[in-house]
């Protein structure tokens, strides 16, 4: 039995993809939202939207607050508490940030599981690639504003989107944050997940889609 570490964005949910092809049963999504916001921290996606994911995937959401400062703390304490379930390992969607790893792999070192990183070490557009070629649909939710303008968020991640990425020099997947995803609809998914009704926001220099209302 397995963990996802669950952000909805498009890494995440790859890795989720790979890992359910290589036969690993994967019990729970957990997901970490901001106590202030009600939002997973950076993408800004509403707690609501990650239990549309979770639905839509057929697969059970474990959904805790932090506040940032104790990130780690709630994040030890809420995979144990799942470890009596017979957890061997979580699943992460980390593609080259070796700091990540580090903390991942320590983590789950000291509450005795492994950390599985299916994304490891590929070539960023390689990745974007195969999102999107895996039949998964994903709208832009966040970005920095001094890298985008506020007519991308919502848009679809396309090749017109790879083009725009490549063209500002930007990591094609936003593995430095540049940019935040949220994953509405794929083979993984039972249903696709429909935004009705958004506006943008700016917020400490960073543009995110506030949305209002959507359906499953």
């Known amino acids: 039995m397995y963990l996802t570490s669950w952000s909805g964005g498009k890494d995440s949910c790859l890795a989720l993809y790979y890992a359910i092809l290589e036969g690993l049963e994967v019990s729970h999504l957990v997901n970490f939202i901001s106590e202030r916001y009600k939002r997973v921290s950076f993408h800004g996606t509403e707690a609501r939207l990650i239990q549309l994911q979770a639905q839509a995937l057929g697969i059970e959401l474990v959904q805790k607050e932090t506040s940032g400062y104790d990130y780690e703390q709630v994040f030890k304490k809420t995979v144990s508490e799942l470890l009596p379930q017979g957890i061997k390992g979580m699943v992460f969607g980390d593609i080259y940030l070796e ?118």
């Open 99 to 216: 700091e990540h790893k580090q903390w991942v792999e320590r983590v789950c070192s000291e509450l005795g599981i492994t950390a599985l990183e299916p994304l490891w070490s590929r070539p960023p557009r390689e990745v974007y690639l195969d999102f999107l070629e895996k039949g998964f649909e994903a709208i832009l939710m966040s970005g920095d504003a001094e890298l985008f303008g506020e007519e991308w968020l919502g848009r679809k991640l396309d090749l017109k989107f790879l083009s725009y990425l490549e063209g500002k020099g930007i990591d094609p997947c936003g593995e430095n944050g540049e940019y935040h995803t949220l994953v509405v609809g794929g083979p993984i998914f039972s249903r696709r997940i429909k935004i009705l009704k958004a506006r943008p926001i700016l917020r400490e220099k960073r543009w995110y889609l506030d949305t209002i209302s959507y359906s499953l």
